[in-house]
Each structure stands twice: as C-alpha cells, then as structure tokens.
C-alpha cells in the first residue's frame, strides 16, 4: 500500500515568498576542533588527530542527496589538499 505522505525538503514546499524573505548564511568550516561538534546542525564536517582526519556525514534517514555527495566529496578534497592526514576515517551515521 502507498503512503500518501511523502517527506521533502521544507524549501520545495514553503512559499517562495517565505523562502526568498530567509536570511542567507555562509557555508560553516569543515574544519573543527577534535572532540567537538558543530553548534548548530552540519551535515558534514571533521576533525584532525595526529595523523588520523575524521570525516563526519550526517544524512537524514541515511540517504545521501547528489547535493551532499558532491559536498562530500568536496570536504575529501580539502582535507587531501590541506593537511597532513595519512588516514581518513569516514564516520558516516
């Protein structure tokens, strides 16, 4: 049996009038202090330690949106090209 509800981003059904009116933010850094977390919500973000860089994702319901596949990648290729990592640790939940 279909479900008739189905979940999607708020800002494909808000009125654009509403969603233009919201404020823009910046993109927050990837980069964050071992042992600490964002304090608002960020999907993708990671920590450095030793050697060892600790990519963190975060997808609702664990699906991941070509939006956040290419953030993904993106946040791969900042830490390959600005630090001194050997290993990566993907921390995906």
Same mark, same amino acid.
């Given at each position: 049996?279909?479900? #008739?509800?189905?979940?999607?981003?708020?800002?494909?059904?808000?009125?654009?009038?509403?969603?233009?009116?919201?404020? @823009?933010?910046?993109?927050?850094? *990837?980069?964050?202090?071992?042992?600490?977390?964002? #304090?608002?919500?960020?999907?993708?973000? @990671?920590?450095? #330690?030793? *050697?060892?860089?600790?990519?963190?994702?975060?997808?609702?319901?664990?699906?991941?949106?070509?939006?956040?596949? @290419?953030? *993904?990648? #993106?946040?791969?290729?900042?830490?390959?090209?600005?630090?001194?990592?050997?290993?990566?640790?993907?921390?995906?939940?």
């Amino acid at each position: 049996r279909g479900n #008739k509800y189905s979940k999607l981003p708020s800002a494909m059904v808000l009125p654009k009038e509403f969603v233009k009116a919201l404020p @823009y933010l910046d993109e927050p850094d *990837l980069f964050l202090e071992f042992g600490t977390f964002p #304090k608002t919500f960020q999907d993708i973000f @990671y920590w450095e #330690k030793n *050697l060892a860089c600790f990519l963190w994702f975060d997808f609702y319901d664990g699906a991941m949106s070509t939006d956040q596949c @290419y953030r *993904l990648c #993106k946040a791969w290729d900042c830490i390959q090209s600005n630090s001194k990592c050997k290993i990566i640790v993907m921390m995906g939940g």
